[in-house]
T-cell receptor, first 110, second 114 residues
Framework: ELKVEQNPLFLSMQEGKNYTIYCNYS?????LYWYRQDPGKSLESLFV?????AVKQEGRLMASLDTKARLSTLHITAAVHDLSATYFC??????????FGDGTTLTVKP | ETGVTQSPTHLIKTRGQQVTLRCSSQ?????VSWYQQALGQGPQFIFQ???????GRGNFPPRFSGLQFPNYSSELNVNALELDDSALYLC?????????????FGPGTRLTVL
């Protein structure tokens, strides 16, 4: 059974600082997704990573994928308050089932 | 805005009752997936439909059932509600059959079972 583990689960950081969220998974998968969820809201797709070594960037967020290590990272550069949210990584199996991590709740303080 | 809508927004039921949640996918999206998200947890995959046929199921009992219609709408039905069914229910649509494309999530239905 595919397992997806994120760490840390909670992250409090100051504005302007950098940090990385880690997503480890237990079986091979060729598609990894990162989502953002604001409190009480639905999920917003951030990135789709399709192959080993893939790197995608949007604003202050950069995601990467290492399929050999079964690891994806979401790097936050110079955090701002608007980035406060819960971030999920998820993988699809060939059956189309998505397995999500438990999420990382990020709080950015002034 | 993803173009995926869900109704109702909130719902309160009592144990043992039955509930139907509805989702309207983006036009042209043949795949719809349903997820249950308990408070403080990641979404859990319930099942997926492709062109009106079930195309994968997670670890949920048979009292969770679904339907997909030709007009890109779908339903999640839950019978014999239990307290643990209280959660946010999300549907997500995607355009291809394997569910490997980006999923577009609806706003969710918050179900409370008393």
């Amino acid at each position: 059974e595919l397992k997806v583990e994120q760490n840390p689960l909670f992250l409090s950081m100051q504005e302007g600082k950098n940090y990385t969220i880690y997503c480890n998974y237990s079986t091979t998968s060729d598609r990894l997704y990162w989502y953002r969820q604001d409190p009480g809201k639905s999920l917003e797709s951030l990135f789709v990573l399709l192959s080993n070594g893939a790197v995608k960037q949007e604003g202050r967020l950069m995601a990467s994928l290492d399929t050999k290590a079964r690891l994806s990272t979401l790097h936050i550069t110079a955090a701002v308050h608007d980035l406060s949210a819960t971030y999920f990584c998820a993988l699809n199996t060939n059956a189309g089932k998505s397995t999500f991590g438990d999420g990382t709740t990020l709080t950015v303080k002034p | 805005e993803t173009g995926v809508t869900q109704s109702p927004t909130h719902l309160i039921k009592t144990r043992g009752q039955q509930v139907t949640l509805r989702c309207s996918s983006q036009s042209g999206h043949n795949t719809v997936s349903w997820y249950q998200q308990a408070l403080g947890q990641g979404p859990q995959f319930i099942f997926q439909y492709y062109r009106e046929e079930e195309n994968g199921r997670g670890n949920f009992p048979p009292r969770f059932s679904g339907l997909q219609f030709p007009n890109y709408s779908s339903e999640l039905n839950v019978n014999a509600l239990e307290l643990d069914d209280s959660a946010l229910y999300l549907c997500a649509s995607s355009p291809d059959g394997g569910g490997t494309d980006t999923q577009y999530f609806g706003p969710g239905t918050r179900l409370t079972v008393l």
